[in-house]
């Protein structure tokens, strides 16, 4: 996806996606639009993303629960969150319901992505999506979408971990930085715990969605001011 | 559908009063609540705001202020607040700050309340909680109507009105029947202006009342053509427009004034009388007062005096600090007093020589709470001859102190009285008495007659009783033997926290388990403020306002008269409420409190003060003792 790069001016990108799409649901999701790169944080509307998989490699793996908060940098809104468990294209292996505690009998029941995409899609149009760990939420769904619909999807997003990789390395002094010395663990309960915020069960798509929400309100309200813009957070 | 969000609801159902519902009630909760993140430092609810949310601490830690800015409470992780502003006017009564990074889930109001309907408990929870005022005072209106919120220039109405000096007092009257005023300031337009902002008085020389007219003119029958600088008030008690509407009614109780010119950087800008401040409260402290001026007999003042504990109760419910507390009940034993003595005249006959009947201990420093010893003397005139003029001081004692005893204010165990001989002086005897004390300090002697070190002049010729606080204030501060003395027996009493920062309880007895909080907390603490207050030669009594002088002094380190202030605060206010649950309960106020009934939080900050009061007692065994020995 080298097209997604900071050259790109993501309102264009969406008007001639939503041009091109030829499935109805992306279509209105494009032309919902995308919030102008100079909007201010404060008045930014965001929805903090969680996928469960079945494993890491997005080519072979599938989307086994889908978990969503929208919120802004005051509040998130626990009301208007949504949360599937849904059953994957590819079998789950045992790994990953020891990860996620998704069982077979659960994913039985469960409907096809298909199927609620256009409820997905609804609640994510016209937000900044957030997720943390970039490498999974982007390049599933995209992948989910090419195997069902014969399209991808692409849209910007802000990771919470690539802010937080970024915060702690400018932390980090000269001297420090030439030694590499490491900075210290960037993952989402680690990061949390940085900032007072408490400890959630990992790996429930809902609580880590509500876990990424929670996480950029803090770093927000630490490293960055209500003025900035949120293009120069998202990628 | 209705997703679960575990995390919330786990937290909810762990904690009170989420704990009673069912749990699909709390799954509601938690699937409706909104989050928020707020930094250490940044504020949550600003005050007057409108609010629609309850909020419940999850992670971190938040303090609540009074709107005078003085701390109310610290809440931790599973903590509510914001309860009192929804069950009021949905305005925010107690602005919140993050003390920590702080992590709140938002329930909205329309949840609360239907929960509040649903769920006994819950809605129980919410009026029990918060000394119990909560639903009360959404029928006292009381955010407008509060005297410990208001201050005084909402209660000015109307433009200042004034006359210069050299008007006729016909001329003085004719203005106030238009103007319809019961007072007016008189002002002096030769009198020069300071070019000192901060020191204009607006050339205001004195106040003129309807009583000044009624009592100097027509009773004396004086010529009205006169200029009214003849029959005015020269010596004014004034007020600052933003002092507290407390404030001003103790100045006006304490003092007797019907009127109180208010100023504003000094300048006047009206005058408010005592009807102003009896329109705005109707039925507490006040015109409790009021009434006691009213009774014809002990036992009528007797049996009138059996609601001070309602009124108490009342103070604390409305959210009234330490200070202000201390003053009402002191100001209303000040008036029981006042009127024993004037009972106690009109039975005994005019008293053959002058005296001053003074107060002594926590009544003289403003800081009597409800569970009060009777400490009080009598300073004679010079004139006094015991052999002609002591039975009437000793029957006019015992009426006294028998008649406070009815009232509920118990006899002193130590003998301090003025029904005991040894206390019932010539003011040249009390001089005398006091240069020993200072001059000659044994610790034993002043460990038991410290307590006239606070003595205020009730009722009589008050001057009496200030000459001798202005001798202690010019000769304490010189005399280092005497301040070292004081210092010792300011360490007596220690406060109650072991070598590992815990309390430690009384192991048995009646108070098992417990802590005198007033023997281990606000009497070392007021012992402490003394004695620096006494090495500044400071005049005041209370132990706020000396710590005023003593901050304004530079005697302690930076940031030490802060702590002792707000130690003292918690202290006394730990004390207050503690005292007044009990009567609520319908027990014995007592002092002595039980740490394990009090929250975590609670349990820290009293930990705290006391660790506060221990410090500074060690800085005074080095300060006053070290100095003694050079000397």
Known sequence: ?235 | MQIEHFEIMQFLSAHPPFNELPKSAVQQLASEVEVGYYRAGSEILHYGESISDLYVVRAGSVEVYRRNGELYNRISEGGLFGQRGLLTNRKVRFPVMALEDTLVYCIPVSLFEAFCDEHEAFADFFEADDSGGLIQAVSDQADNNDLTTAKVKTLLLRELVSVELTRSIRDAAKLMTEEQVSALLIYDPSKPVSDDPEDDDGQIVGILSDKDLRIKVVAEGLDTHQPVATIMTRELTIVDSNAYVFEAMMMMLRDNLHHLPVVHKRRPIGVIALSDILRYESQSSLLFVKGIMEQQSVEDLAHYAQSLASVFVRLVNEDANSHMVGTAMSVIGRAIKQRLLELAEDELGAPPVPYCFIALGSMARDEQLIVTDQDNALILDDTFESGKHDSYFSALAKFVCDGLAQCGYKLCDGGIMATNPQWRLRASEWQTQFEDWIDNPKPEALLHSSIFFDLDGVYGHSQLASRLSELVAKKAKIAPRFLAAMANNALRRTPPLGFFKDFVLEQDGEHKHSLNIKRRGTAPLSDLVRVHALAIGSRKHNSFERLEDIKEAQLLPSGKVEDLEAALEYIATIRIRHQARKIEQGKQPDNNILPKRLSEFEQRNLKEAFAVLDKAQSYLKIRYQNKAILK
């Open chain 1, 1 to 235: 996806m080298a097209i997604q790069g900071d050259i790109l001016s993501w309102p264009n990108r969406f008007a001639h996606l939503a041009r091109q799409s030829n499935d109805e649901r992306l279509r209105a999701f494009y032309n919902a639009g995308v919030q102008l790169p100079e909007t201010p944080v404060s008045e930014a509307r965001f929805v903090a993303l969680d996928f469960e998989t079945t494993g890491l490699n997005h080519e072979t793996d599938d989307i086994v629960s889908v978990g969503l908060v929208p919120f802004d940098a005051r509040r998130a809104y626990c009301r208007d969150a949504k949360h599937w468990i849904l059953k994957p294209a590819t079998p789950l292996h045992e790994e990953s319901v020891v990860v996620h505690q998704i069982t077979h009998s659960q994913v039985r029941e469960a409907p096809d992505l298909g199927t609620i995409l256009e409820e997905l899609l609804a609640s994510l149009a016209g937000r900044v999506i957030v997720v943390h760990y970039r490498h999974i939420e982007r390049p599933f769904f995209n992948q989910a979408l090419m195997q069902r619909l014969g399209e991808g999807i692409e849209f910007p997003l802000i990771d919470t971990m690539a802010l937080e990789h970024r915060i702690e390395t400018n932390r980090l002094t000269w001297w420090q930085q030439i030694k590499r010395q490491p900075i210290p663990s960037i993952r989402l309960a680690d990061s949390r715990k940085r900032y007072g915020l408490p400890y959630y069960i990992a790996h429930h798509a809902l609580s880590d969605a509500l876990a990424t929400a929670e996480l950029l309100q803090a770093q927000l309200q630490h490293h960055y001011t209500l003025q900035t813009e949120i293009k120069t957070l998202w990628m």
